[in-house]
């Protein structure tokens, strides 16, 4: 076993001394209770770097090509190795798969290509043995068409007929009955299915196979509470809420207005969505997940279970489910707010100032730089930004979220129009396909240079493996001397530290091209960071003199990999030169991390270890 303690690597095997095993974890302990006492006031999740694992793309364990739940397990190591605290999975519930687990058939089992309802259960209790915390997807808008309860609602089998949002439709003057009103599907055409069975219309958000539930039925909002504790019951730590935005929708079912930017009644942007999405009702369920959630700390562990919301609404809209009990809306203005083409200004104003500036008292912010509905950060700005968006995304305040392989940089991958599998993609031409693809950036994950990229023994894959992997890989990375891992891996380090977990932020443009931030704890300007980010294709020399607190003489402590300054180059704070689109983290000297990295994992295994000694 090995603890990092500042920078003092300390080796222990059955070789050593009894004493000396004893004094180092002693040490230890004592060096881990001091950090913690520290962070004593936040909760677990109020700091945590998230992961996010797309199932089908992470591991493949029985070489069919798909990644399941036992290759995830095999591999949570490299989450911990990676300085991660807590793992989010995408569906694996049991599924048609017309839309890759969000069209759920059954709430509480596990897909076979998955695994089975044991390896779930393993995959946890491994997590929870290596101190991850663990966050399954809550799919409530919607099930699958081959769900039972749309089954028996499609034959007005009670309690279901009133499961989902059936209309009668409108009859029309040649006698034929149109859909109730004009409503478009999020992945384009109608938003309504006709069913001879039930000489009605059904509501589908999304594809014609992910009917939508009605949430004015008591039945649907108990089910749901019920699939909730199940999962609770199981040991995850909180649920990540797909889609909420769209749970209710107006009752008197109006026409939406039309947006004008478009004459295809069959695109999603042809309205504008003032009656399908952020109804109050949807806030108000918020409130009673979130009521769940605590009481069932209360009765069980007193240990916070959390709910984080998947919203593409407008600012106000998004923030507004912090005051309903969302421990945190994701924040995608990285996303949807700023690009490759944004000048830094925009970017702090857009992407840091608009959420920072807004938040609610007391909130916990959060920032996402991807998922699997985006293209990829080094797509969507450019590879050589990988770094200088991880050291925003990891050591701004609050929660960092990690879609997987961005640690590695992992770039988007091109897919044939006969290798799309993404509904949302396939709804369209062969012209128009590429714009509406997430397949892109869903492709396996990139472990080696070996078969598949060390994703599957199976030289078939569900999408291609990126032509890259041979040069992009995890392996490579972690051997190669500077890399976007260890990057990652340096920024992780750091972000454990007191002075990023509860440190002030002040955000300034230093430049037309450079932002810089400070994290900086109010008892003490001396371990100060700043972070320096350039958005520009051409190197930029700046000054930290807008940072009255800055010191004279700086470290960097942290590059880009594209970065001509090194870890250990001291700069002065009237003029820190910054390559194209690099980042840097400066500290006033390479010895101020002197906080304690050890893993609670690691003091559990201290612990066990004392007590086998009768220490």
């Known amino acids: 076993m090995t603890f990092r303690i500042s920078n003092i690597t300390i080796g222990c095997n059955r070789s050593c001394e009894l004493g000396k095993m004893r004094g180092v974890l002693v040490f230890a302990l004592l060096a881990l209770t001091s950090w913690s006492s520290v962070n004593a006031n936040l909760d677990w999740w109020q700091t945590m770097a998230l992961y996010q694992i797309y199932p089908r793309s992470f591991k493949d364990s029985d070489g069919d090509g798909i990644g399941d739940l036992a290759g995830i397990e095999n591999k949570l190591q490299h989450l911990v190795d990676t300085g991660i605290d807590a793992v989010w999975i995408s569906p694996f519930y049991e599924s048609p798969m017309v839309d890759f687990g969000y069209d759920i058939s059954n709430f509480t089992a596990i897909d076979p290509i998955f695994g089975t309802m044991d390896d779930f259960d393993n995959l946890v209790a491994m997590a929870k043995s290596l101190g991850l915390k663990v966050i399954m997807d809550l799919v409530p808008n919607h099930s699958s068409d081959e769900h039972e309860w749309f089954i028996n609602s499609l034959a007005s089998i009670d309690p279901y007929t009133d499961y989902y949002i059936w209309m009668n439709g409108t009859e029309l003057e040649n006698e034929t009955i149109a859909p109730p009103n004009n409503w478009v599907s999020g992945f384009g055409g109608y938003a309504w299915t006709w069913r001879v069975e039930r000489q009605a219309y059904y509501l589908h958000q999304y594809t014609e196979e992910q009917p939508d539930l009605n949430y004015r039925n008591e039945y649907v909002v108990q089910e749901m509470k019920d699939i909730m504790e199940f999962w609770l019951d199981r040991g995850i730590d909180g649920f990540r809420v797909d889609s909420i935005m769209t749970l209710f929708e107006d009752a008197t079912f109006p026409d939406e207005p039309l947006s004008g930017t478009t004459d295809d009644p069959t695109d999603y942007d042809y309205l504008l969505h003032y009656y399908t999405l952020d109804q109050i009702e949807t806030y108000e369920m918020v409130a009673q997940w979130r009521e769940l959630l605590d009481d069932y700390a209360f009765k069980t562990d007193n240990v916070t279970r959390i709910m984080m919301t998947e919203v593409y609404s407008n600012l106000s809209m998004t923030l507004l489910y912090y005051d309903y009990g969302a421990h945190f809306p994701f924040n995608f203005r990285f996303i949807r707010s700023v690009d490759s083409s944004s000048t830094a200004q925009e970017v702090k104003e857009l992407a840091i100032d608009a959420w920072l500036d807004n938040l609610p008292g007391n909130a916990t912010a959060d920032w996402v730089l991807g998922n699997h509905d985006n293209s990829r950060v080094a797509s969507r700005y450019t590879p050589e930004q990988v770094d200088a968006l991880n050291m925003i995304n990891l050591l701004l305040p609050g929660v960092s979220v990690t ?126 960071v700043f972070v320096l980010t350039n958005f520009a294709n051409n190197t930029e020399t700046v000054s930290l003199d807008v940072f009255e607190n800055a010191p004279d003489s700086l470290v960097v402590y942290i590059a880009s990999v594209n970065s001509t300054l090194t870890a250990g180059t001291a700069v002065s704070r009237s003029s820190v030169e910054v390559s194209a689109y690099a980042g840097l983290v400066l500290r006033t000297s390479t010895d101020s991390s002197a906080n304690v990295l050890i893993s609670t994992a690691t003091l559990t295994l201290c612990m066990a270890f004392l007590v086998s000694l009768q220490f």
């Open 403 to 528: 879609y997987y392989g961005e640690e590695i940089g992992m770039e988007d991958e091109s897919i044939s129009w006969e290798d799309t599998v993404d509904p949302q993609a396939c709804n369209q031409d062969e012209d128009s396909y590429e714009s509406n693809s997430r397949d892109p950036a869903r492709t396996p994950m990139q472990w080696d240079t070996t078969t598949s990229a060390g994703f599957s023994t199976n030289e078939s894959t569900w999408l291609p493996v990126n032509s890259n992997y041979l040069t992009l890989n995890l392996a490579a990375q972690i051997d190669a001397d500077v890399s976007h891992y260890k990057v990652f891996q340096d920024l992780t380090t750091l972000r454990k530290e007191t002075v990023i977990q509860e440190g002030t932020v002040n955000v300034q443009l230093l430049s037309d091209n450079v932002i810089c931030f400070s994290r900086e704890l109010e008892s003490s300007s001396e371990d100060a």
